[in-house]
């Protein structure tokens, strides 16, 4: 008596039919989806002055989408459009629209001036770039942060008499405070103290060091120290870090009649924080002035230590644009007024007697 022994196809053939699937797939999203959608994101990136980075986006659609890159500066709040060229030609593009839409930005001989956030933007509505007509479809957007991080200047000298070679290490940023110094090959340490002084020196014989990357406590700082919103609207909060290594994890908290709280992504539906490697935001949607009116500590550590900074919002009235209208309505009231009472009450020009005598001259 014989039993079946079932039979299961082979992998190569599920692999087979696995892309055939993810081809008719890619075929339908083309043919049956019109609006555009992105099938790959550019991705953050971490570089050193001098350096050069590159980030990729692809957008697919019916037709196919045109894809623009736009670029967020740290120290700014709006975004501007990038071209091929820009930035005495540091800036390069090459785009291409075969079956669907490619596009990589080359950045060349970077500096801390291009940290930021650098967004690509597709959208195949034919009135995307009429400059009247508003577009039916809205250009959909995909983001990346590019932080630059200075070198720290490093000095060498010629080998001495004695055969060795002096190191000098200089930190440029005289805002942070220094506790002592630590001189590492690789992971052991090879010498350290505990000076304050911002440059220390190793002399190492028959040995010369090119790089050496300096790392410390991140450097948190407000965008601005005071910000305004209007009652109603969002509120916008932003700290940036420019050091290394770059901060690891973000936390906000608010400064309250009870202490100092923290706020939690999300939290009553209007609290929301967006952080990245160098830069966090934190949103507080519907602004109310006794509410959100306070003081507001962003927080950003990394292995060395944790560092922060303080913002004061002050949220406006809803009424407070009105006012200088106002104002100016009731400096007009008034001024109509002075002058209708001023032309009531004052004497009439004196009439002649004899009315026969003609009319007096104007």
């Known amino acids: 008596m014989s039993s079946k022994v079932p039979k299961y196809k082979s992998v190569d053939s599920v692999h087979t039919y696995s892309s055939v699937f993810l081809f008719y797939f890619f075929l339908l999203t083309f043919y049956l989806c019109p609006t ?113 991080i200075d070198h720290p200047l490093i000095e060498t000298t010629q080998p001495d008499a004695t055969g060795g070679d002096l190191l000098i290490c200089n930190l440029t940023d005289s805002t942070l405070a220094i506790s002592g110094h630590q001189w590492l090959k690789g992971a052991k340490v090879i010498q350290d103290d505990t000076y304050s002084s911002q440059i220390t020196t190793y002399k190492k014989m028959f040995m010369s060091v090119k790089h050496i990357f300096l790392s410390v406590a991140p450097h948190v700082t407000a965008y601005k120290e005071k910000e305004h919103g209007n009652e109603g609207d969002t509120g916008v909060l932003t700290c940036k870090s420019n050091s290394f290594p770059h901060v690891e994890e973000w936390m906000w908290s608010v400064v309250t009649d009870d202490g100092i709280k923290s706020i939690v992504n999300g939290s009553d539906d209007r609290y929301y924080i967006k952080s990245t490697g160098n830069k966090t935001e934190l949103r507080i949607h519907q602004l109310e002035i006794e509410r959100d009116e306070r003081q507001y500590i962003c927080n950003g550590s990394n292995i060395h230590g944790i560092t922060g900074a303080t913002i004061s919002l002050h949220v406006r009235s809803r009424l407070a644009a009105l006012w200088p209208f106002l104002g100016i309505v009731a400096e007009v009231l008034i001024l109509v007024t002075i002058i209708f009472i001023y032309e009531k009450r004052r004497k009439p020009d004196d009439v002649p007697e004899d009315e026969d005598g003609g009319s007096a001259p104007l």
């Open 36 to 148: 555009a959608g992105f099938i790959k994101s550019p991705l953050s990136e971490v570089r050193l002055t001098g350096e050069s980075v590159e980030l990729h986006c692809e957008a697919i659609g019916r037709p196919i989408p045109e894809i623009q890159w736009w670029f967020e500066a740290d120290y700014n709040e709006s975004f501007s459009q990038l071209w091929d060229g820009a930035r005495e030609d540091r800036v390069q593009m090459n785009t291409t629209y075969v079956f669907h839409a490619t596009s990589t930005l080359y950045l060349f001989d970077l500096s801390q001036e291009d940290s930021g956030t650098y967004e690509c933007r597709a959208s195949n509505d034919p009135e995307r770039n009429h400059l009247t007509k508003i577009p039916r479809i809205k250009w959909i957007r995909s983001q990346a942060n590019v932080v630059v």
